[in-house]
């Protein structure tokens, strides 16, 4: 089964530019499908049918994710437990109900330099 971990920076403890080592452990298990270090997220929160981006939010932004594959529950807190525990403030495991993909949307295509929209005057 998958479980997807999201992991928040603890503010006080980590620095965004030093979380590139933020799942090599888990990766060298062999259980990590996927996942991604992000730099400084921000928060958005819905009031009154509107996208507000909050401000001197207490704890720590989004630093990353990591897809799982595990037998259970149990084993997917296992395997987070290797995520340095000097780099985060907090976990949260959730098994994965659906996977879906796409393919590659057209803004992608203007960042590519061998695309056609980088020498049309870029992105659409």
């Known amino acids: 089964m998958k479980y997807v971990c999201l992991v928040y920076r603890d503010p ?4 965004p530019a030093d ?9 060298q298990t062999g259980h990590a499908a ?3 270090v992000l730099d ?3 928060s958005l929160t819905v009031r009154a049918g509107h996208l507000e981006v909050e401000s001197g939010r207490e704890g720590g932004s989004a630093a990353g994710y990591v ?7 149990n084993d997917a807190i296992r ?5 340095p525990k000097n780099q985060f403030e907090r976990l949260e495991i959730g098994a994965v109900r659906q996977i879906w993909t796409s393919p590659p949307c057209a803004t992608e295509a203007w960042l590519m330099p061998e695309s056609p929209l980088a020498t049309e005057g870029g992105a659409p």
Do not use: M, T
């Not at 897809?67 to 529950?73: G, K, T």
């Open 12 to 15: 006080e403890r980590s620095d």
């Open 40 to 42: 400084s997220a921000i």
């Open 34 to 36: 996927a996942g991604a």
């Open 67 to 73: 897809l799982i594959e595990a037998r259970d529950l």
């Open 19 to 27: 979380a590139s080592n933020l799942f090599d452990d888990v990766q």
């Open 79 to 83: 395997l987070a437990e290797r995520i």
